[in-house]
């Protein structure tokens, strides 16, 4: 996945960088990439059209950038969900954060499945290569937890659930009261239980 530093040009404000970036989430989540406007993200980030690419060589630089925030940001989870000295529990924790986030960033989240599955497969790539990384470190902590067969397909399986889970919370505009515990439950069942 190609990495948008927040220095591509000398002298940039990293606070600016991710103004941008959270600016340009907003806008490809609501019209999506093909719709969406470089003036428009510009303005709505209070800077000069200019000023964007300063920090982003293209519109399409700017969408990858946007996926990597949000790798970045899974990294960052699973970092810390990885730490717990119980697999389940670590699994609970990746999922829970994981869904934190989408009620955190859920733009980052549609932006993530139109790349995935959208009708512009331009980033299809770099999409599927966040969800790849996703399954590679499932796969030990299932395998831990006691998930001891199908582990390939389980760690997909579960990687998409809580890809969909995120992205169901994102779209949910209520704020009532989350029942995350039983998200939890639901999505680790089916997964640690033994393949007949």
């Not at 991710?18 to 969406?36: D, I, K, M, P, Y």
């Not at 199908?150 to 009261?177: I, T």
């Amino acid at each position: 996945m190609t990495d948008q530093s927040p220095t591509r040009v000398t002298g940039t404000d990293p606070t600016k960088h991710q103004r941008l970036l959270e600016t340009a989430a907003e806008e490809f989540a609501r019209v999506g990439f093909e719709r969406a406007a470089v003036d428009t993200i510009a303005e709505r980030a209070g800077v000069a059209k200019g000023t964007v690419y300063l920090y982003f060589e293209s519109k399409a630089a700017l969408f990858r950038a946007v996926l990597g925030e949000l790798h970045r940001r899974l990294a960052e989870i699973w970092l810390g969900g990885a730490a717990a000295s119980d697999p389940v529990e670590g699994l609970q924790r990746l999922i829970r954060s994981q869904l934190a986030l989408a009620d955190e960033a859920p733009e980052l989240f549609r932006c993530y499945t139109s790349a995935l599955f959208g009708v512009n497969r331009d980033f299809q790539q770099d999409a599927s290569a966040i969800l790849a990384w996703q399954q590679s470190l499932l796969r030990p902590l299932l395998a831990e937890a006691g998930a001891n067969h199908d582990l390939d397909v389980k760690a997909a399986l579960l990687g998409a659930a809580v890809l969909s889970a995120g992205l169901v919370r994102g779209l949910d505009s209520s704020r009532e009261e989350r029942r995350t515990a039983l998200e939890e439950s639901v999505l680790l069942k089916g997964f640690l239980e033994p393949t007949p």
